[in-house]
């Protein structure tokens, strides 16, 4: 069975530019979350969707970093403009049924930003 | 407010020998799960045991079992027979509405 999916894997970019990630959850999974995982922060939740809608949002750290789910196979979070306190690791879950559910983390994206 | 706390930053424990990483959480919910998972150096996050508040019996998944004190609000994950592989950041976490993670401990297994 495939796993999480995320893409990319690493992403080195500049100061001010969009960054796009992307999230394949594993199919029939109902819950998605993105997290990112910083040496000073440890990891936190930003987002999670339930069927396709936002749940709970209150981790997103700014207006500069928004989430979609258009569908029930694919999520993005998108960082614009991004800045230098913005590198981090960014990993997306998914579960089913409850967030009281283990999640399975995919492989993450090593965002590095210049 | 939930907290999971994790007091070991690192331990370090010989290969065969059995190890215990501590945790213990905060909540007010009587309604909550507990998680495991395990970091290797490759980044990737690994489930890997779960116990739910009302699950009377600890849980066991192989060479891993939690060692669940709700009374205490413990939670505490032992590996038997340590591997080499073992080693790894190993985070605790919560979730009565949405997962919470430790600051993990860092477990290095020596020959």
């Known amino acids: 069975d495939a796993g999480v999916i995320q893409s990319p894997r690493h992403e080195v970019t500049e100061m001010g530019q969009e960054v796009t990630l992307r999230c394949k959850p594993i199919?029939?999974?109902?819950?998605l979350f993105w997290y990112r995982q910083t040496m000073m922060r440890g990891l936190e939740l930003l987002i999670y969707?339930?069927?396709?809608?936002?749940?709970?949002d209150s981790g997103m750290p700014e207006d500069r970093f928004s989430a979609k789910m258009p569908n029930a196979s694919f999520s993005t979070l998108k960082i614009q403009p991004s800045e230098p306190r913005d590198s981090a690791v960014y990993f997306c879950?998914?579960?089913?049924?409850?967030?009281?559910?283990?999640?399975?983390f995919g492989d993450g994206t090593r965002l590095s930003i210049l | 407010a939930q907290k999971i706390t994790q007091t070991q930053p690192g331990m370090f424990v010989q290969e065969k020998e059995a190890v215990t990483l501590d945790c213990t959480y905060d909540?007010?919910?009587?309604?909550?799960?507990l998680f495991w998972y395990k970091q290797p150096s490759s980044g990737e996050m690994i489930f890997l045991i779960y116990q739910g508040s009302y699950d009377q019996q600890n849980a066991t998944e192989g060479r891993y079992s939690l060692n669940f004190q709700k009374a205490r609000k413990s939670a505490n994950l032992v590996i038997s027979a340590s591997q080499l592989g073992d080693s790894a950041m190993y985070f605790c976490a919560m979730s009565p509405d949405k997962l919470i993670f430790g600051t993990g401990t860092r477990l290095q297994v020596f020959p």
């Open positions: 909540t007010s919910d009587p309604s909550y799960g």
């Open positions: 879950a998914s579960t089913q049924g409850s967030v009281n559910q283990p999640q399975h």
């Open positions: 969707f339930n069927n396709n809608v936002p749940i709970d």
């Open positions: 199919s029939g999974h109902d819950y």
